[in-house]
């Protein structure tokens, strides 16, 4: 196998953020493309180094778990940083709004009983999201020699995630339908907000997304 198809069969085995996957494929070309030149240099044809380069590199299917490992880890640090920065921003932002537009008082006044605890409960989720996406992202960059599957951290993200959306959808509706109208803000601050809200969820969606498929099984064994 030549240089060029070796690199080619090994992006296809590899799934991940393309940065971080493009970076390890450009890294193995570029050891592969070492070790031929210096085949070539002891007197090799060069289509002879090459194929001596690849084998000495090792079959794909022994290189790319170490390769897909990484990916994974790279993932999930992404995921943990992103849940780690934009999920108390959210918090943080939504409550600085209705501090600053606190609409109706009397409206407030007569908001349900369940109205404060389920409002509490949310903030605490959501600093709860985010403090586990920082623990992750710290198990997944120092605190890997002490993981022994950070493909299970990668992976917990992905889920926290998927179930934490539709948690903190549910919430937030309640408490809309809830104030009575208390929480109109606005116009200009409210529809920042959301375009802000709703930009960090794809993020959070599109990362928990890719977590979930690169680190199963199949892949993390292939």
């Not at 493309?33 to 007197?43: H, I, K, P, Q, R």
Request: glycine share 8%.
């Amino acid at each position: 196998m030549r240089i060029d198809d070796y690199v080619a069969e090994l992006d296809r085995a590899l799934a991940g953020p393309h940065g971080a996957k493009r970076d390890l494929v450009v890294e193995a070309r570029d050891s592969l493309t070492d070790t031929a030149d210096a085949l070539e240099a002891e007197g090799l044809d060069r289509v002879e180094a090459e194929r001596v380069a690849v084998a000495e590199f090792g079959q794909v299917a022994e290189v790319a778990p170490g390769y897909q490992a990484e990916l994974t880890a790279s993932a999930g640090r992404r995921l943990g940083f992103l849940l780690f920065i934009s999920v108390p921003m959210t918090a943080l932002m939504w409550s600085v709004i209705w501090r600053l537009y606190p609409g109706n008082e009397l409206t407030w006044q007569h908001a349900p009983v369940w109205y404060m605890p389920v409002s509490r409960l949310l903030d605490v989720l959501q600093l709860g999201v985010g403090l586990y996406g920082g623990l992750a992202l710290f198990a997944l960059s120092r605190g890997a020699r002490w993981i022994r599957r950070p493909r299970l951290v990668t992976r917990s993200l992905g889920v926290l995630v998927w179930a934490m959306l539709p948690v903190t959808g549910v919430f937030s509706v309640a408490l809309t339908l809830g104030a009575n109208g208390a929480s109109q803000v606005a116009a200009l601050p409210s529809v920042l907000a959301n375009v802000v809200t709703s930009a960090f969820w794809g993020l959070q969606i599109y990362g928990a997304t890719r977590c979930l498929r690169v680190s199963r099984p199949r892949l993390a064994r292939s």
